[in-house]
């Protein structure tokens, strides 16, 4: 079973910005807006291990209900990897204290994308 991306955004505009880059590296990406979503496409007869990522700016989802969902989703091997609006450093904070790992600012997250991405 190959590895696979999920994005964690109600953000259109950024959401295609993600699956662009994400086609430019030839991986399989694709957004969830609901915790049953993210359930059923991380299942482990979906994916093996895979990569999620959260947008801590849009989420669709509570916080968290999506920080035990990932924390799950880490002790099965995927890698998580949330972002954050520099200006927003309280959201980064929470995030971090729910274990949420470290919140990248958007900027930084935009230009390891290829790389997170390329590792899967």
Not at 39 to 57: H, M, R, T, V
Not at 70 to 84: D, T
Not at 87 to 102: D, F, S
């Amino acid at each position: 079973m190959a590895a696979r991306a999920l994005l964690v955004s109600s953000d259109l505009f950024f959401i295609s910005k993600v699956k662009e880059a994400a086609a430019g590296c030839a991986k399989e990406l694709k957004t969830v807006r609901s915790l049953e979503a993210l359930e059923q496409e991380s299942a482990p007869g979906e994916a093996s291990a895979g990569l999620l990522i959260i947008d801590l700016e849009k989420l669709p989802i509570p916080l968290e209900a999506l920080a035990q969902a990932a924390s799950s989703l880490s002790g099965r091997g995927w890698k998580v990897v949330s972002f954050f609006s520099h200006v927003h450093v309280t959201t980064a904070e929470n995030a971090r204290g729910l274990g949420l790992g470290e919140p990248i600012p958007r900027s930084k997250f935009v230009r390891v994308l290829p790389e997170l991405l390329a590792a899967l």
